[in-house]
């Protein structure tokens, strides 16, 4: 099995920073292949910081130059640098791990970052 759990949501005023972070345990063959996705009040999930496949992350178009994700595989934990935060960045904020190998996704049970002045 694996867990995800995901901690460091909170409120902010826009151009804020926050970082979020994933603590990964069980089953997880690389946590180059944990990513984060969002879902704004509303709206579909979507992506913000894709899987490094080839060692490299790929963000979504609406925070490219404003968040990065790293992993750090000491602590099991993938974290996602939030700057410059706008107010249409509010939104649930899921980790995510895909195992390729048995096409099977995990998700855990969010973080809600709430961007307002």
């Known amino acids: 099995q694996v867990q995800l759990v995901e901690s460091g949501g909170g409120s902010v005023q826009p151009g804020g920073s926050l970082r979020l972070s994933c603590v990964c345990a069980?089953?997880?063959?690389?946590?180059?292949?944990v990513d984060w996705y969002r879902q704004p009040p509303g709206k579909e999930r979507e992506l913000v910081a894709g899987?490094?496949?080839?060692?490299?992350?790929h963000y979504g178009d609406a925070v490219k130059g404003r968040f990065t994700i790293s992993r750090d595989d000491t602590k099991n934990t993938v974290f996602l640098q939030m700057n410059s935060l706008k107010i249409e960045d509010t939104a649930v904020y899921y980790c995510?791990?895909?195992?390729?190998?048995?096409?099977?996704?995990?998700w855990g049970k969010g973080t809600l970052v709430t961007v307002s002045s």
């Open positions: 069980g089953d997880i063959l690389s946590l180059n292949w």
């Open positions: 995510h791990y895909m195992n390729y190998a048995r096409a099977v996704n995990y």
């Open positions: 899987p490094a496949l080839d060692g490299i992350s």
